[in-house]
Nanobody, 123 residues
Framework: QVRLVESGGGLVQAGGSLRLSCAVSQLPVRHTSMAWFRQNPGKEREFAARLSVGISTYYSESVKGRFTISRDNAKNALYLEMNSLKPADTAVYYC?????????????????WGQGTQVTVSS
């Protein structure tokens, strides 16, 4: 059974940094496309960053230049390095994986999701 488990969230001041991790089991990260999304209560899940099988990356305009998505094939994990954090970045962050390696900014394109990790940025 494929399982994704996020960690690394927390409370940070504006301008600070956090590194989110997503441990993946039963699905080799080097063989699939993965992404980070975020969501606030009452709002739709929002795309943040994606990483294709071929290691190409794509970011939303709101995080471009501040966030970096990466993976570690040996650890079978996905990461999101977040710098220059803003209060607007406050959300629950989710990692997602595609069963067939489809890389997209749409949440519906992903088959597997973690439980989420809370990121709170104070002003």
């Amino acid at each position: 059974q494929v399982r994704l488990v996020e960690s690394g969230g927390g409370l940070v001041q504006a301008g600070g940094s956090l590194r989110l991790s997503c441990a993946v089991s039963q699905l080799p990260v080097r063989h699939t496309s993965m992404a980070w999304f975020r969501q606030n209560p009452g709002k739709e899940r929002e795309f943040a960053a994606r990483l294709s099988v071929g290691i190409s990356t794509y970011y939303s305009e709101s995080v471009k230049g501040r966030f970096t998505i990466s993976r570690d094939n040996a650890k079978n994990a996905l990461y999101l390095e977040m710098n220059s954090l803003k209060p607007a970045d406050t959300a629950v962050y989710y990692c997602a994986a595609s069963r067939i390696g489809l890389s997209s900014e749409r949440a519906a394109a992903y088959d597997f999701w973690g439980q989420g990790t809370q990121v709170t940025v104070s002003s």
